[in-house]
């Protein structure tokens, strides 16, 4: 059960790359259909409030630096989603900076939304559920669970991009599995 | 009432490094793996499902600031992805600047600089050359921005963008004004291009607005840059990794992020 998303353009990725950096604005949306969906789970997750948002600014900011850009399927999506992280932590510090806005609604950027356990149960778990799932983490382990496997980043790439070191993103990996699956165990999800 | 980051009501389940390693893989699970492990692979599978079609959405945006950014007509012009692409390293804006400039040389400099330009530099100046109007950001100037400004259409960009920038966030504001851009042909020829645009069922010349002055698109007082959205400076991020987040010019500093990318160092 393989993803959908992740390497999929494998092997022609640095052909379609070339001919995006030269103009081609096929190849540029291809590039943008196989990312956009990964970035946005990702982004509802850590930006909740504004994921939609800072993802056009992720890719505004792309579109700038993208003759500029040079690496490989795995070195794009590290770009990528450290832009979007960036942005998102911009969007999270212009929202606090905000006086009308109330704390609770500065703070969920990086705050799990928790749905009932009976939501979770009764629906089936759709994405959107799953990445809900994900949300009740503790932040750093939500984000190392949505970079390997929404993003499809490495440990290593994921620790660089993150600023931590490989053995503490392996060992959040892990605890926010076994998180996971004591969470649906409790709720007795079964599928 | 349950605690749901770390449920006690049952014991949370053992994960070995062959299943952690099939969990994020999104791969079969090994045959010893414990069966509390077979939801959240469910629930894994589901984080990489297929695109919904929501999450499709706002391609235009960007394709349009896309545009704006490497040029509408060139772009158009180009023949899909293929096989004889594939080798072929990414051409640096440096060298499309230096294929324009063989273009607008005589027969004899252009024979000389070709000599001594690489081979993508080649192509691309016969790229371009066999285009129509390969010069073409001046020929989209004011005068003929204003034929473009077509009753609805031109409309309904001018009143998006006068509500995003009285309302609407950076990331809207950045989007609306990239996409009237890429109508008008250039940032520069904003002003010109709203000063026509005419409700829809109007014809320019009914439009209550006065008619423009001739030269007005030369400095669009008011209007921001299309790419100032992004504030990043003075924002450190907490795990800093020493590059800027955004670069205004990022060709001549080809390093888009702080991220050096493992197998392709050199640039």
């Not at chain 1, 052909?15 to 990702?42: I, K, T």
């Not at chain 2, 109508?183 to 423009?212: D, E, W």
């Amino acid at each position: 059960m393989a993803g959908i998303l992740g390497a999929v353009i494998g092997q022609g990725f640095e052909s379609v790359l070339a001919a995006a950096q030269e103009g081609s604005e096929v190849a540029f949306s291809r590039l943008w259909r196989d990312s956009n969906p990964a970035l946005l789970r990702y982004l509802r997750v850590i930006a909740p409030q504004a994921a939609e948002d800072v993802a056009a600014e992720t890719w505004l900011q792309v579109v700038r630096g993208l003759a500029g850009f040079r690496g490989d399927e795995q070195g794009w999506r590290a770009w990528l989603f450290t832009t979007a992280r960036r942005r998102a932590i911009d969007e999270a510090r212009r929202r606090s900076r905000r006086p009308e806005k109330a704390i609770e609604e500065t703070l969920p950027g990086w705050l799990p939304t928790a749905p009932d356990t009976a939501d979770l149960a009764l629906e089936q778990i759709g994405t959107r559920s799953a990445l809900s799932l994900v949300a009740r983490l503790p932040p750093h382990q939500a984000e190392v669970i949505l970079l390997r496997v929404v993003a499809g980043l490495d440990n290593q790439t994921v620790a660089r991009l993150l600023g931590r070191s490989p053995g503490s993103v392996r060992v959040a990996a892990h605890r926010g599995m076994r998180t996971m699956a004591g969470i649906l165990a409790d709720a007795d999800v079964t599928l | 009432m349950p605690n749901f980051l770390w449920p006690g009501h049952r014991d949370v389940p053992m994960i070995g490094d062959t299943s952690l390693a099939a969990l994020l893989a999104g791969t079969e699970l090994p045959p010893g793996a414990v069966s509390e492990l077979r939801p959240l692979a469910e629930a894994l599978a589901e984080l990489r499902a297929r695109p919904a079609s929501d999450e499709l959405e706002g391609e235009a945006e960007t394709l349009a600031a896309f545009r704006d950014q490497f040029g509408a007509p060139r772009m158009a012009r180009r023949p899909p992805v293929g096989k004889a692409r594939s080798r072929r390293r990414p051409l640096p804006v440096k060298a499309a600047a230096a294929a324009a400039a063989v273009l607008s040389l005589g027969g004899i400099a252009t024979a000389a600089y070709a000599g001594a330009l690489p081979a993508t530099v080649q192509r691309f100046a016969h790229d371009i050359a066999g285009a129509p109007a390969p010069g073409s950001q001046p020929a989209l100037a004011p005068a003929s921005a204003h034929p473009a400004a077509t009753g609805g259409r031109a409309y309904g960009l001018c009143t998006a963008w006068a509500h995003a920038k009285a309302h609407g966030t950076a990331a809207q504001r950045a989007v609306a004004f990239s996409t009237l851009a890429a109508a008008a042909g250039g940032a520069g020829n904003v002003t010109a291009y709203c000063a026509t645009a005419a409700p829809p069922g109007m014809s320019p010349s009914q439009s209550p607005q006065p008619s423009p002055a001739p030269h007005a698109t030369g400095k669009p007082s008011g209007l921001p840059a299309p790419h100032a959205s992004g504030k990043p400076t003075g924002l450190p991020s907490p795990h800093g990794t020493g590059a800027p987040t955004v670069r205004p010019t990022p060709h001549s500093t080809g390093k888009p992020s702080g991220l050096p990318t493992p197998r392709h160092s050199g640039h």
